[in-house]
């Protein structure tokens, strides 16, 4: 998985309980992306980061934060989980150019 | 309206069949589109992008884009069990907008 390691892999949290999840890189990419998958809208964009304190919101970024204080490292948080949240998690990294790699994904389910 | 639409499918053909995968699009500003294959409970994976309208072949798979119609398709020539995945096809402009995914099952 290109260097890329997501925690935790599986998570089942209460909702209203704050979660973050963890993206990690070993391949000094600049890019850094957290997408959610669901059946019937496939991968959508929450967050991004182009660099060390630098994000941007994507399509779906309401009830999600992220943080990214060091390059290898891409934070998503969830402070207050939702049933609507429960999904695929996925980290994608990238360079300036349009190739994505995206990490193993971590299956979080909201009760 | 999303922005990248596609037959989820799911889609069955024989092995050595050639596949068919259909995505339509609805942003003009789109230049770059791209191909991604998803093995079960795994990350998707790049195959291949291409730029504005044309062809781009590699080895078995050919990409596909007509700008005027919006229509964007990946072929897969000769296919083979372990073709059997999601396909999902995607474009950006200022960001990544992706389909929604076709489910492939190709029968040896």
């Known amino acids: 998985d290109a260097g890329i390691t997501q925690s935790p892999r599986h998570k089942v949290t209460e909702t209203g309980t704050p979660v973050t999840l963890r993206c990690h890189q070993t391949?000094?990419?600049?890019?850094m992306y957290w997408y959610r998958q669901d059946p019937g809208h496939g991968l959508r964009l929450i967050h991004y980061?182009?660099?060390?304190?630098?994000?941007d919101k994507g399509e779906v970024s309401d009830g999600y934060s992220v943080s990214r204080s060091k390059t290898e490292d891409f934070l998503l948080t969830l402070e207050s989980a939702t049933s609507s949240q429960t999904s695929v998690y996925f980290c994608?990294?990238?360079?300036?150019?349009?190739?994505?790699?995206f990490g193993p994904g971590t299956r979080l389910t909201v009760t | 309206q999303k922005e990248v639409e596609q037959d989820p499918g799911p889609l069955s053909v024989p092995e050595g069949a050639i596949v068919s995968l259909n995505c339509t699009y609805s942003?003009?500003?789109?230049?770059?589109f791209m191909w991604y294959r998803q093995y079960s409970r795994k990350g998707p994976e790049l195959l291949m992008y291409?730029?504005?309208?044309g062809n781009k072949e590699d080895g078995r798979f050919t990409a596909q884009v007509d700008k005027s119609s919006k229509y964007i398709s990946l072929f897969i020539r000769d296919s083979q069990p372990s073709d059997s995945a999601t396909y999902l096809c995607?474009?950006?402009?200022?960001?990544?907008?992706f389909g929604t995914g076709t489910s492939l099952t190709v029968i040896p």
């Open positions: 995607a474009s950006t402009s200022n960001q990544f907008y």
């Open positions: 391949e000094n990419h600049r890019y």
């Open positions: 980061s182009y660099g060390v304190k630098d994000t």
């Open positions: 994608a990294i990238g360079g300036t150019g349009l190739e994505q790699y």
């Open positions: 942003n003009s500003a789109f230049q770059y």
């Open positions: 291409t730029y504005s309208s």
